[in-house]
Nanobody
């Protein structure tokens, strides 16, 4: 089915920026909504942002509004997460997820997941 591969994570100082990428492969790419989730140590996986692959609708969790931007490049079947003004509390493993429907903020509604990429923001 659909395979997702994240990249772009790393170590950055507070106030810095990173851009994560999620490359998708499989069938019916344009019909999938894409989401970004993150999971900090000892915490549950939480919603960050999502976008409809074809429709372009976006949504963000309040804690990242104004700092993070989700975008897509349909020609390259890739979704991006631009993260600016990073804070230590942004430290987590970031996961890309796909859903054959419109976007959702619920991790339970995404059947396809990438392996995750570590983002560490130093204080």
């Amino acid at each position: 089915q659909v395979q997702l591969v994240e990249s772009g994570g790393g170590l950055v100082q507070a106030g810095g920026s990173l851009r994560l990428s999620c490359a998708a492969s499989g069938r019916s790419f344009s019909s999938y909504a894409m989401g970004w989730f993150r999971q900090a140590p000892g915490k549950e996986r939480e919603f960050v942002t999502a976008i409809n692959w074809s429709g372009g609708t976006t949504s963000y969790v309040d804690s990242v509004k104004g700092r993070f931007t989700i975008s897509r490049d349909n020609a390259r079947n890739t979704v991006y997460l631009q993260m600016n003004s990073l804070k230590p509390e942004d430290t987590a493993v970031y996961y890309c997820a796909a859903r054959l429907s419109t976007w959702s903020s619920s991790k339970y509604e995404y059947p396809h997941w990438g392996q995750g990429t570590q983002v560490t923001v130093s204080s």
